[in-house]
């Protein structure tokens, strides 16, 4: 007799290891945190003793659960808004709320409470993507659950961060200081292409790659995300990610909605992970993902919830159930991935893509013990048939749900036991998030009168770079700016010339944001209108810092294309105050010290002031290239005759 | 103060009401089995005293759900048979164990499981359509939930009649005794077009429009279905079923997966309900039914689980779920099909769906008391947001469960309470339907070998009608009738010159069934070969009856295109013996009396036999059409100059 710390029997144990062994009548043994046998239950018996057996009351033990991508403290956010556009969705409700109530203890209880949910439904390891991510690990491993935990990297401030290089160190720090923990893996998220500058998923790929973590980003989720990148770089976004090194790093894609064969190709070549996230996808409207083609490629592609903020729940019995229908659904193939396949991205497949295949995922002499007792003889699942060897992976696939799970053990662990939650105490955990969404509806319902909500309601809105320079001088010649345009330290890459109209809508709120209702008109070589384009601008507060008489301003601008009159918006928006500003405008953009800046030859119109302006602008995502252009900017000024601090900083509704 | 009955209070009122009335503190009184009163918990209070009053604890009422179209006795077949093709399915284990288990006893257990299951998931309602339908009726009424019960007829032999003239009595018999239920409303469900004649569809809407009774009818599942519609009769299903004058009766249409906008308004104008069937229609393949443009029509659109053999349960949260989530993946618009409205497909149009939508499907006064009280506050589910009115319907369709509903009201009464069913024995049911699925499983694993299954398996297999009428004779002059088919009694629609080369493999089964490869050379005015087909037809043993000299069979026929050849069959099914006939034949279809029958002038060649054979045909899906030929045939027979009655009768396998 060898002897196992403890002995589940009398269980049928789904094993999903290569071989789908299926144990009707099976037996566990457990050493510490590993599994030291799996077989038919006479034969354990007779080979083990342990000091403790549990009857499993002829239950079915099967691998524990992998969620393959999810944002665990969007819990706290679940239901929050639905039925509603992407944009409206995301910039409107998502963006907002997460940038007033996101902190460690909203991540830490948003976690814990995922983590409650999770366990009940028989998960014991997620993918997680968010912000303050080592409040999420210590939550994670507080609740004695298993995940890889992604520190999230965006070209936007962020909850957490003020730049992305901010973000990145952070990830760094995190990735090196969890990286020997026993049931994290910390990772870094580069968001997602459209959210990152190339620099950033270099530098998230180089990050990667030379600590081992895993890489996780969303690609492809929509169509409107690939059709861009067509339109701007001439190939979809896996191919262009391959570029920016993505592919150095072990890679877990979620989403991969839209990609076509070659990149799934791609995908398997560079050994990436993806997460499906069929509801989701259906629920946000983006589609449904080509995971028939992935697996028949040889991808490890897991299925995920996503955050519960577009689901809206954590259950991975649903998510699996929904993968092998639809397949079937979209495909018109009722063949297309039968529920023994299914299980299998829910458990060991998931486990590859989030690189802890070797560790958990099925039930194999030497790997974790991972597992979820699930009852399989409720009302809904009677009766079962045996005929069929796949009978019991269409039972839990098809029949099964989440609250059949009984039991759920992590490293040898028990996480719950009958039904009851053993290291979280979810009363305590749903009177604190109840209090979260009492704050958070009195913030939205304040808020709901907002420009920017107002704005975004509209659609169209985009989100500009967050960090602007400037300089403004007033200057005597213009003639002079105009030489000086012309030498050998300049480059001109373009050339226009505007009459702008713009009306500044200001209102009553707290936050001091301004929306700007501009007209320009384009003007030709004979002085004539050539074309008129009308935009609208939510610019939000600045924080503002001076460099030797340059400006930096960090904030948030919204712009959207503006399709209706002055009237409309005035009347739609119903600002307390208002004002007109009208210029003449010759705008360069050039090229100095291998750096793009604007420059604005500008003369007041209305209100009308005598002589020119001169300004010169850049703006980008990132605080460093921010900085070092306020050095550069000023040097450019000067260059081109105007006075440094001698001019006059603000815009020229604020004082003109 | 009012008197009432009950009083249920402490509760959030969803009302599905036409102004979608919800009440966040509020209560229901009841008076019988009907609504009294539904508003604010303070007003209803102060205004009605009731015998007994219950306190919900806070949590939701909501209208019962309506299930508006299931097989609830195929809930004994749940996962039987999972992730196949549909002909391998339906053909090769739907059909054969319902031809083998089927009974009244099968469709009472079935119901009453389906009913525990239906009620522990908040369901107070749905619309049935199977076999037996008055033990499904009966079995209903005593679980006490509402239903429209309705008797299929089909042009084949089914477990419950062996004509569909037989059926169409069964069902006329069911409407007239059932019609005053309280809670059944009796209803006749020709299957589909394709498993029904003209003459059935008319009939069925004849019965249905005379006794009020609703038609429930699957339209339109399979793209399939509406391809051979096309190519037969140039028009898709609905203006042809229209043209069987099926709307003069009150449709309810299961599925219409594939129609057409012309079609959602001819169902519009026609008045007709939808039952939309999501699951099942991903799960066989079959697409998604679009659902949002009938919605925007007009139609009354309720969701249906379909039979647990294809589903693989009756979980109606689930399906309002996937509806929701569907419409948003299939059209990219995240705002199709808003919680609200898929609740009020769950429910109010459901009802209408199934004409009782003036008596459920909403809380209002003078309806009656048919509702379901769900727990939102599990984990699951929380935290929950308030500041949207709409909340509560998302916190309903997207995140609760089945498993969340804790009591259930039909007509006042009570058939859950705190998860504990009142009018049903679950263990006893459960025990029961254990007991049938080892039958089952065991007779498959015994027809698992079976010849017929066998050739299922290799796809393509249609079945032929069901009677067959046939007259067969020697004779001595050829000529002679060759002359007597230009007579004037007679019209020649076609003539076709015949080699057929015929394989005949026997099987050591208890059936006794046959199946025959057969090659046809077509043979030109040259003697040339001019084309040549090869089909595989699987021949069940016959029921015989004798007309003075002509035979009446009645057996099943399978009919599938060879593309192998005969070795590969021959190892494929591994007959235990075989025979080959040979012969020249000539056949003409003819039309005699306004009937058309097949005239086939037969010489055996091998074996080898002296003389000519006369043998005339006729197939036909109706028993007294088959009664009619009988007699006609014997006299066609004489008028082509032979001697009925002095001939032969088998197949020239049997005796050559």
């Not at 072990?250 to 992970?273: P, S, T």
């Not at 340059?550 to 004002?579: M, N, Q, T, W």
């Amino acid at each position: 007799m060898t002897h196992a710390d403890l002995l589940l029997t009398n269980a049928a144990v789904v094993t999903m290891n290569a071989a789908f062994d299926v144990f009707k009548s099976g037996a566990i043994a457990i050493s510490g945190n590993r599994i030291a046998a799996v077989g038919p239950a006479e034969e354990i018996a007779s080979e083990w003793a342990a000091k403790e057996t549990v009857d499993c009351g002829g239950r079915t033990i099967i691998p524990g659960l992998v969620n393959a991508h999810t944002h665990a403290p969007m819990t706290l956010l679940r239901g929050l808004a639905d039925d509603l556009r992407l944009d409206v969705w995301l910039l409107g409700y998502m963006m907002p709320v997460e940038r007033e109530f996101v902190s460690p203890d909203f991540c830490r209880l948003g976690t814990l409470l995922a983590c409650a949910e999770m366990i009940r439904s028989g998960v014991t390891c997620f993918a997680d993507m968010y912000y303050f991510e080592e409040h999420v690990a210590r939550a994670t491993a507080e609740a004695g659950m298993r995940a890889v935990c992604s520190q999230t990297v965006l070209k936007f401030t962020t909850p957490d961060a003020d730049s992305y290089e901010d973000s990145l160190a952070a990830a760094r720090d995190f990735i090196l200081g969890w990286k020997d923990h026993p049931l994290i893996r910390p990772s870094v998220a580069p968001h997602a292409p459209y959210t990152c500058t190339p620099e950033i998923l270099k530098a998230c790929a180089e990050l990667a790659a030379e600590t081992g973590a895993v890489l996780h980003i969303h690609i492809s989720e929509t169509a409107t995300e690939v059709e861009n990148w067509r339109k701007q770089y001439g190939m979809p976004v896996v191919p262009w990610v391959k570029r920016q090194n993505l592919f150095e790093a072990n890679v877990l894609a979620a989403h991969c909605v839209h990609v076509d064969e070659g990149e799934i190709r791609q995908l398997y070549n560079a050994g990436a992970g993806v997460a499906h996230n069929p509801t989701s996808n259906l629920k946000l409207g983006s589609g449904v993902a080509p995971v028939v083609k992935m697996l028949e490629v040889g991808l490890n592609v897991g299925i995920g919830t996503d955050g519960p903020a577009s689901n809206n729940d954590l259950d991975m019995f649903e998510e699996t159930r929904l993968t092998a229908i639809l397949a079937k659904g979209v495909s018109g193939d009722p063949t297309a991935i039968p529920a023994r396949s299914a299980l299998s991205m829910a458990t060991i497949l998931g486990a590859r893509a989030l690189r802890v295949g070797d560790i958990t995922g099925s039930l194999e002499v030497g790997k974790r013990a991972d597992l979820a007792i699930v009852d399989l003889d409720p009302i809904h699942s009677s009766p079962k048939f045996e005929r069929d060897p796949n009978a019991v992976y269409s039972q839990i696939v098809y029949t099964a749900k989440a609250a059949d799970v009984t039991d759920v053990m992590v490293e040898g662990r028990w996480l719950m036991r009958g039904r009851e939650l053993k290291t979280l105490a979810p009363d305590d955990l749903q009177l604190a998030a109840r209090d979260y969404a009492r704050r958070i509806d009195a913030f939205l319902i304040e808020r709901e009168q907002s420009a920017l909500n107002k704005l975004i309601a509209i659609g169209g809105v985009g989100q500009e770079e967050s960090f602007e320079v400037q300089v403004k001088s007033r200057i005597a010649d213009p003639e002079k700016v105009r030489a000086a345009l012309t030498g050998p330290e300049l480059s001109t890459v373009r050339h226009v010339h505007y009459r702008e109209f713009d009306t500044y809508f200001f209102f009553d709120e707290p936050e001091r944001s301004r929306l700007r209702y501009r007209e320009d008109e384009f003007i030709g070589e004979k002085g004539e209108v050539t074309n008129v384009r009308a935009r609208l601008t939510h610019i939000g507060p600045a924080k503002e810092g001076e460099y030797g008489g340059s400006v930096l301003l960090s904030r948030s601008r919204f712009i959207a294309p503006a399709g209706h009159s002055l009237r409309f918006y005035r009347e739609y928006f119903k600002p307390a105050s208002e004002r007109a500003i009208e210029k003449d405008r010759l705008r360069w953009l050039v090229v100095y010290q291998n750096t793009e800046f604007f420059v604005n030859l500008d003369q007041l119109i209305r209100p009308p002031q005598d002589g020119y302006f001169i300004e010169i602008k850049s703006r980008t995502w990132s605080k460093r290239d921010a900085d070092a252009k306020a050095t550069l900017i000023v040097e450019l000024l000067t260059l081109l005759g105007a006075e440094p601090g001698g001019g006059v900083k603000d815009e020229y509704v604020d004082w003109a």
